[in-house]
């Protein structure tokens, strides 16, 4: 099997669609030797801001000198960005053998009457059995959806379960209340262990408390209290906080928005737990230095910077919040240009109400996935806003479109959906190339 079989195997298997339980992720692993019971496992969980703290906390124990996996999805422009070590994505050569090991394995399931496993099961125990065949000294691990039920849950004993902030999404999985959802979330925290999450809301809080209490699990709560944001751009921001006790003055970080501080400092509270709770030597330099050096495409990223082009991930009503503070704290001097696109089941008044009000043109599109909205269905769905509102269908159009109508000192905003990022991701880049190369 070829790295281009392999993705087509993977592809394949979206049509079993999500089905939260972990029987058939426990019968696929235990086939491969149960690798999760050979890793040292960071679990984080949460609504948003799950990939950015993952990513803050690898950059951080990889700059310290550990050899660090990191799991996340889904990808923003190619499959192999979403199994990691020490930066490194994985090879293509070595995910195309493993996935065909793992097919083997899923073939010997099925001849033993077991369900066939979803596409999210068979990537998240490829990338545990990659974690464990190069012997890291960490993994860290993103829930896909929900915790409880979710494919990731089959670690046991991990060193520590992270919940970042907590709303409402996926609610056709994982209910209609703030505390159903938290419950899902919670159903990472395991015996004895130790918890680090936001301070959410008072409905999910109480049901983060409740379970790490009923679970004998000792639970930190990162402070905001004394944080002192300096200054924060597009470019960098910089800010003081006290975490567990120590004071950090002056840290830098390299993504823009302020709510990347706050994934911060949810990062940094794991850090300290790590080296109380587990004595994990982690010095200060290398908490700065990861910190400074951590990258995470699709998060309030530029990507040109004539016209000034940003591209974002949020796509639900927490994510939406945050891009709006952004907007109007680092975009208020630019005319910008907005491209979207979202999937149909989200909720896309509420996410959008966020947004449109500040946007000067809008560009409605499609993105590549089955469950999208098709443009001229999302530019019914704005017209109420009163914007100019153009419809292209496809993201490629869309982009150039946007570059188009923008002048050099205005700004274009991607968001709306991670499966638009990618092609727009690549579009605008490839168009650089092909202009440098004229």
Known sequence: MNYQQAIHYIESTYIYGSKPGLDTIQSLLKLLGNPQKDLKIIHVAGTNGKG????FIHSVLKTAGYKVGLYTSPYIVEFTECIQINGEKIHEE???ANIATVKEKIEFMLKEGENHPTAFEIETAIALWYFAQDNVDFAIVEVGMGGRLDATNVVDTPLLSVITPIDYDHMGFLGNTLEEIAFEKAGIIKENSYVVSHPQQAEAMEVIKSVSKER???LIITSYENLDIQHSTIEEQQFS???LGNIYENIRISLAGTHQIYNCCMALTALEALKKYHAI???QEAIYKGLYHNKWIGRLEVINKNPLTI???AH???GAKALQKSVEALLKEYGVTFVVGML????????LKHLIPLMDRIIVTKPNNPRAMEAEDLAKELADFGKDIYVCKTVREAVNKAYEITEASDAVLVAGSLYLLGEARSVILGNQSANKKN
Not at 52 to 55: M, R
Request: charged share 35%; glycine share 6%; no cysteine.
């Open 311 to 313: 591209i974002d991930g």
């Open 344 to 351: 149909k089941d989200k909720d896309i008044k509420g996410v």
């Open 316 to 318: 639900n009503l927490q």
């Open 241 to 243: 906080v006290e975490v």
């Open 94 to 96: 070595r995910l195309a």
């Open 216 to 218: 004998k699990s000792k």
């Open 281 to 283: 030597d982690i010095s």
């Open 52 to 55: 950015s703290t993952s990513s």
